[in-house]
């Protein structure tokens, strides 16, 4: 059995205890992972803040280069870590063809290289706001200092290093925690890597949540300057509230019921295929992935059987077997889960179209499963699934499933399907996600900035949104020598009397009296000179309502009638 130790101070070094390792595909134990304490969570945080004075100031070339050979090392173990990963999480192994490498690990592993190395392109350069002969302000960016990552279980090889990359290559220094679920690829890569970089500037520990929440001691430390989370709502919500005390700064990826709208006038075999292959991917372990599919009542019958046969044609199996495409579910827990969305659906009169139970077999396994005669109120609709299942809704009118689709206080992802192209981009730019497709789901965005709107979290990671993810902005007026030149400013139109000293708040359109008022002090005097309206919660809401209700006729209205107003 491997020997898998953590990342502490540039040193692998052993927890005072051990936790196993379940294999899904059989659902026993295959390894042992160390198991921290609080100790060696203050350990590693430790090193990351001494050694940040000096990774910050190193030049980002330099920085660059360390980032660049942990790149190439990855590279020449990749097939291993590939199948070490297979075996925790439960993904197919895959391979080099175009029809392997969509399923698995292989995936993954390119995946986690491919935004590395993207990393290396980011430049902080400062951007001139203003400059006169005397003066100049620029816009700059500066690290934050010891940051940390938690990863999810589901891509944690990915969604760790997509952190690491441009969090250290930009400055900053690095505690991660894996998923007690997956850790041994993370602490594989952290092993190969860890000379790559000087001692502290990368750390990495693993825990046995049950045991110690190891991700609550980190988020909590105060000499962390920011958490970049990947996982649950409930989780993160957690994260915010432990952050807000010493107000860290903090990026969270959580979760997305994520809705697929599928147009009357669709071909509708590709259609299917492509809507379930966004659904099932990694066995539905996607957070972006389709959850939810909005049919056209015209074709919604032949949708749903060409599901059906979709599913009925996957491949499940261990992720070591060559044949397979879907794992099994990751862990007891998220198995328990999508049974227990299945048998809710069922007992509330869904129709299970096909699967609707585990699999006859060790491990994890829960059969696909396609669900009709559900709508909203269904905890299948409703909440995240996370799983190997698709409930599939009809519906008749465009805004109706737009309005439907939009209508959950998640929105990580989602995709409109339709042969009038001109129609699917204008009803996917109005989808509230994060990231939205047109006749794909799940497809190739180039390492755009992803994250999720509502309850999906905020912030942003990949591609232009690391800059700001992983420093902070400063604002930076240098002086040339002589004397400053003051600025110009434009002229004053005339000036004009307030009309009148009644003063009133502005509700929905409309200057309205509150049922009190309160008294405001002229500073100079001490002595109450006017009253203001003092509002109660019934005004505060009637406010929020006729803002939200304002909202969707004011984001349609073009740019440039907004500017005139």
Request: hydrophobic share 40%; with cysteine; net charge negative.
């Amino acid at each position: 059995m491997a020997d898998y130790k953590m990342l502490i101070n540039g040193e692998l070094v052993d927890a005072k205890e051990t936790f196993d390792v379940i294999n899904p595909a059989t659902g026993k134990a295959f390894a042992k992972a160390p198991h921290c304490d609080a100790a060696d969570v203050d350990a590693a945080v430790a090193a990351a803040v001494a050694a940040y004075p000096s990774w910050r100031d190193t030049p980002i070339e330099e920085r660059r280069a360390c980032l660049q050979n942990a790149i190439g090392i990855i590279a020449q173990h990749k097939e291993a870590l590939g199948e070490l990963l297979c075996k925790e999480q439960g993904k197919p192994k895959g391979g080099e063809t175009p029809e392997r490498t969509f399923v698995g690990a292989s995936l993954e592993m390119m995946m986690t290289l491919n935004v590395m190395g993207k990393a290396l392109a980011i430049s902080p350069e400062p951007l001139v706001h203003m400059e006169t002969e005397g003066a100049k302000v620029e816009v700059c960016r500066r690290p934050l200092g010891a940051v940390a990552g938690i990863g999810p279980w589901n891509f944690p090889v990915l969604c760790m290093f997509q952190k690491v990359a441009p969090a250290v290559v930009l400055g900053n220094t690095f505690v991660g925690k894996p998923s007690p679920f997956t850790p041994l690829s993370t602490l594989a890569v952290v092993a190969l890597i860890k000379d790559c970089f000087p001692k502290g500037v990368l750390n990495m520990i693993t825990a046995d949540d049950s045991k110690f929440r190891a991700g609550a001691h980190l988020t909590a430390h105060p000499d962390i300057r920011k958490v970049s989370f990947t996982g649950s709502v409930p989780t993160g919500k957690a994260i915010m509230k432990a952050c807000s005390d010493d107000v860290k700064r903090m990026t969270l990826e959580m979760g997305g019921n994520d809705a697929a709208i599928v147009r009357g006038d669709v071909d509708v075999k590709k259609a299917a295929a492509g809507v379930f292959g966004g659904a099932f991917a990694n066995t539905g372990q996607v957070c972006v992935a389709v959850k939810r599919a909005y049919v056209h009542s015209s074709i919604y019958d032949e949708f749903v059987k060409e599901l059906v046969k979709n599913a009925e044609e996957a491949k499940f199996g261990d992720g070591m077997e060559a044949t397979t495409m879907y794992g099994p579910l990751n862990n007891k827990m998220q198995f328990d889960k999508v049974c227990e969305f299945v048998e809710d659906a069922k007992k509330n009169g869904a129709k299970i179209e096909t699967g609707g139970k585990p699999m006859d077999r060790d491990g994890y396994f829960y059969e696909p499963t396609i669900v009709s005669g559900v709508k909203e109120g269904f905890r299948i609709v409703d909440e995240e699934q996370f799983g190997p299942v698709l409930p599939v809704i009809p519906y008749d009118d465009d805004e109706d499933a737009l309005a439907r689709a939009n209508g959950t206080k998640y929105g990580l992802g989602g995709s409109v399907w339709s042969s009038d192209i001109e129609v699917a981009n204008k009803m996917a730019a109005r989808m509230e996600s994060g990231t939205v497709w047109v006749n794909e789901h799940l497809g190739d965005t180039d390492g755009a900035p992803f994250g999720g709107m509502k309850h999906s979290g905020f912030g942003r990671e990949n591609g232009c949104a690391d800059l700001a993810a992983w420093t902070e902005m400063q604002s930076l007026k240098t002086v040339k020598g002589g004397a400053p030149v003051p600025p110009s400013l434009p002229p004053l139109p005339e000036q004009l009397p307030l009309p009148s000293a009644d003063y009133k708040m502005l509700i929905n359109g409309e200057l309205v009296d509150a049922k009190e008022t309160f008294d405001v002090i002229n500073p100079a005097t001490g002595k109450a000179f006017a009253k203001a309206p003092h509002c109660d919660a019934a005004d505060v809401d009637a406010a929020v309502a006729a803002a939200v209700a304002a909202y969707p006729s004011w984001r349609d209205t073009p740019i440039e009638e907004r500017r005139a107003c």
